[in-house]
């Protein structure tokens, strides 16, 4: 359903922070692909998202979360209603509770309770019983030893990584090289064969399509290669990570070191969204499957299987995203004539086809 000129006004006038209009969403992806949304929305606070949450529940508009944009293939024909990414105030990152024996001039219960009383998003859960929130007794968890670190959903995952290093704490090192946000990366379980970033979750907060504030254990969420389960309308709003005291050159040279890998391997500087296809479960990863199969190199008009890691498929300057899902559905069908395996996709595809008649008439 696309928004009405008193449904736009109305947006605006509900100040959940900054909106952008018939916004094209290939300015937000890391493909460089997509068609207009018809409010793209980055939000300020949590009861902003809760507000736009309700609004869009009264109008019968529907509402997509996004983060950096480097997992999303948006259809040519943009995304119909909202499109909700978390603004500038959630990229806080801190250390909630440090580890015993840690040796950091930060640690102790003052920081744990100044954490806390900046954690707005956990404070609430906690008043809802949702959470148990480290007090000044540090009671969080068991995690003896290991250093719990809140970071916002907003957070960049390279800005993640920069601080494990300045703080020597390691566990998130397998994100190296990985763009895009915490938020999308828990989403997806980003990660890469050093780790991947759902196993050093301590909690996760989310908003629930009711508007709820809610917090998930580790315990309790539920989570495999590159995929989370979330309940559909959830939207996460920051987590807790359990990290690991270690020295700050050791986590920067693994990080080096897999980032140095990666551009040797893979076309990090050429429009993506990184792999399109999850690696079966078992044999071969998908990218060997497209490579035995003489598919690299193979193109839709702008759209192109990348020479360097046959997984990736890259847009050459002008791809569509019909392109790119006309090359795809040809990978995905010769792999399976070639070697009997049927290729899910890692890109999330989302949007319309084709603009609606309505939008053409405006413009
Ligand atoms: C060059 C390149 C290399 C890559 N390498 C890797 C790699 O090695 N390993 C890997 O795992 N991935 C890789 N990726 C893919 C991508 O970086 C990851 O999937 C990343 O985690 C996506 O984060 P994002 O913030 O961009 O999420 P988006 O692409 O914006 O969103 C991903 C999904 O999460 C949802 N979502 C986003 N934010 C939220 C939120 N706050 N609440 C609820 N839902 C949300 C979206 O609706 C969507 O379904 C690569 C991508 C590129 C471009």
Request: aromatic fraction near 4%.
């Amino acid at each position: 359903m696309t928004l009405s000129s008193s449904q736009r006004e109305a947006l605006l006038a509900l100040d959940v922070g900054r909106v952008r209009l018939d916004e094209p969403m290939r300015k937000h992806t890391s493909f460089r692909i997509g068609g207009p949304v018809d409010a793209y929305v980055e939000v300020a606070s949590v009861d902003a998202i809760e507000r736009l949450f309700a609004w869009c529940r009264a109008e019968g508009l529907p509402l997509l979360s996004v983060g950096g944009g480097c997992n999303l293939l948006v259809r040519d024909g943009g995304i119909r209603g909202i499109v909700m990414r978390l603004g500038r105030p959630f990229r806080r990152l801190f250390v909630v509770r440090e580890g015993e024996g840690a040796d950091n001039p930060e640690s102790g219960d003052e920081v744990v309770a100044d954490a806390v009383s900046r954690f707005d998003a956990s404070q609430q859960a906690a008043e809802a019983g949702a959470v148990q929130v480290a007090g000044p007794s540090g009671s969080l968890a068991e995690d003896d030893g290991r250093v719990l670190v809140h970071v916002d959903a907003g957070v960049a995952v390279p800005a993640l990584l920069k601080f494990c290093v300045r703080r020597g704490l390691s566990g998130a090192e397998g994100l190296a090289g990985v763009p895009g946000t915490v938020g999308g990366s828990l989403v997806m379980n980003a990660g890469t064969h050093e780790g991947e970033l759902c196993s050093v979750v301590h909690t996760m907060s989310v908003v629930t399509e009711a508007g709820d504030l809610k917090t998930y254990r580790q315990e309790d969420l539920s989570y495999r290669y590159r995929h989370l389960d979330l309940p559909a309308g959830e939207f996460i709003v920051c987590c807790v990570l359990a990290l690991t005291p270690a020295p700050p050159a050791d986590i920067q040279r693994a990080i080096t070191d897999l980032i140095d890998y990666r551009k040797s391997t893979q076309p990090v500087r050429i429009p993506s969204a990184g792999c399109v296809f999850k690696n079966p479960p078992v044999g071969p990863p998908a990218g060997k499957l497209i490579d035995d199969a003489g598919l690299k190199g193979t193109r839709v008009r702008g759209a192109l299987v990348s020479d360097v890691h046959a997984n990736y498929v890259v847009n050459t300057g002008d791809a569509t995203a019909r392109d790119v899902i006309e090359l795809m559905a040809r990978v995905r069908d010769e792999v399976e004539r070639r070697w009997g395996v049927v290729l899910e996709n890692e890109v999330r595809v989302v949007g319309e086809a084709s603009l609606p008649q309505m939008h053409v008439d405006r413009t």
